[in-house]
């Protein structure tokens, strides 16, 4: 069984920025895709960015150009750097990791990020 653990989250004034990052307990496994999700109350859960093992990214229209993903994939290891944050990214964000290109077989336990001021 792998475990997927966040770190990163907290309050941050409108306008600033919060790095998350997120560690399989096993790096012997290979992981195709990583990926963060976020679940804002009463809403459903989004993806908000991934990446693949070759680096490919894709973004939530909301985030492009704001937030950036990054891996190391020799730790199993990811990264989602959050600039110019805005009231509306508050919600409980997911790490995601998957063995396939299309879907994600784990998932962190979540961390809160607050943008208030």
């Known amino acids: 069984q792998v475990q997927l653990v966040e770190s990163g989250g907290g309050l941050v004034q409108p306008g600033g920025s919060l790095r998350l990052s997120c560690a399989a307990s096993r790096s012997s496994i290979s992981f195709n895709t990583m990926g963060w999700y976020r679940q804002a109350p009463g809403k459903e859960r989004e993806l908000v960015a991934g990446i693949l093992s070759g680096g490919s990214t894709k973004y939530a229209d909301s985030v492009k150009g704001r937030f950036t993903i990054s891996r190391v994939s020799a730790k199993n290891t990811v990264y989602l750097q959050m600039n110019s944050l805005k009231p509306e990214d508050t919600a409980v964000y997911y790490c995601?990791?998957?063995?396939?290109?299309?879907?994600?077989?784990?998932w962190g336990q979540g961390t809160q990020v607050t943008v208030s001021s």
């Open positions: 995601a990791a998957g063995y396939g290109y299309s879907s994600f077989d784990y």
